[in-house]
């Protein structure tokens, strides 16, 4: 088969090209997680000691809420954003963690809604000081060791607030 000479033709082909490769990288990035998580300063909020806490205690009914959706907003931002999507919406790649706890919020019962939260809350701090690696493929990185349990509390707070009914 001959390549086409056609300059223009020729030129697109070399586009697109870069466009495949392009596109590629990105999704290299994101299968490897090959990301440096960043620190958080979160000095101002409570702090919980060293043993991790069975649920969040930056609720919306703490003083420290406010502080910890403005270090929860921009620790999101800075270690989940770029799989996870901006403002917690997910571009497919990752879960939406908008959606994170949708089968509690469905719930009747308060009290079983609560437990069903406690439980989700749980489940999320496991996950994010361990990770997901699976078979030896790194789909998220593990935090732990980066993140302090007040930066992942304040990143639980803010996704909360990005819950969809
Ligand atoms: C390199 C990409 C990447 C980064 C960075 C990342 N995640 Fe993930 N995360 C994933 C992927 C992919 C999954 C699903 C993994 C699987 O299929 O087991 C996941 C799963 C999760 C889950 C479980 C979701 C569920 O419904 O089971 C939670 C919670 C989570 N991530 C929170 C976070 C938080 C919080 C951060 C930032 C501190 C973060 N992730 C950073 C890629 C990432």
Redesign the pocket.
Known sequence: MRFPTNPLASRLGKALLALAIGIGVAAGV?A??D?V?QAVDTKSLPQLGEKWLPENPYTPEAPAHKEALRIGSS??NQ??A???GLEAISGG???D?R??DKDCSSMADAGKKQACYKEMEE??VA??RR??V?DGR????P?EGT?SQEA?WA??SY?DTRRVP
Do not use: E
């Open positions: 994101y490897h997680g990301m998580p620790a999101y270690n989940c770029r799989c996870h790649i990752s879960p963690l959606l994170f489940y999320f996950t994010v990770g997901r699976r790194v789909y998220m990185p935090f993140l992942v990143i639980k996704i």
